[in-house]
């Protein structure tokens, strides 16, 4: 069974840190981009990062950038979300989905896999 499964949510405070994890099972992430995407309460789900399949190339969204990083290894079926500098407005349930091609990722379109969300809580 195709699944991927995220980690790592939680309350923290502002200015806090939080790791992220999105195992796979079922399938071999080695051939797929992976993205981060994000829904806030009463908005639209948005994308966070991608990572590619094949050298890692990275995006990021203009509201994360220098304060999030995305990684994978491989050899644990498992990519990243280091996310650090925490804001409120970075609430939200926080989804992983798979791609075998990173433009589907950058564009928020056509991902084959995703997971079910892990909840961040961003408050003091």
């Known amino acids: 069974q195709v699944q991927l499964v995220e980690s790592g949510g939680g309350l923290v405070q502002p200015g806090g840190s939080l790791r992220l994890s999105c195992a796979a099972s079922g399938f071999t992430l080695d051939y797929y981009a992976i993205g981060w995407f994000r829904q806030a309460p009463g908005k639209e789900r948005e994308g966070v990062s991608c990572i590619s399949s094949t050298d890692s190339t990275t995006y990021y969204a203009d509201s994360v950038k220098g304060r999030f990083t995305i990684s994978r290894d491989n050899a644990k079926n498992t990519v990243y979300l280091q996310m650090n500098s925490l804001k409120p407005e970075d609430t939200g349930v926080y989804y992983c989905?798979?791609?075998?091609?990173?433009?589907?990722?950058?564009?928020?379109?056509?991902?084959?896999?995703w997971g079910e969300g892990t909840l961040v809580t961003v408050s003091s």
């Open positions: 989905a798979a791609s075998t091609i990173f433009s589907h990722c950058v564009q928020e379109i056509g991902m084959d896999f």
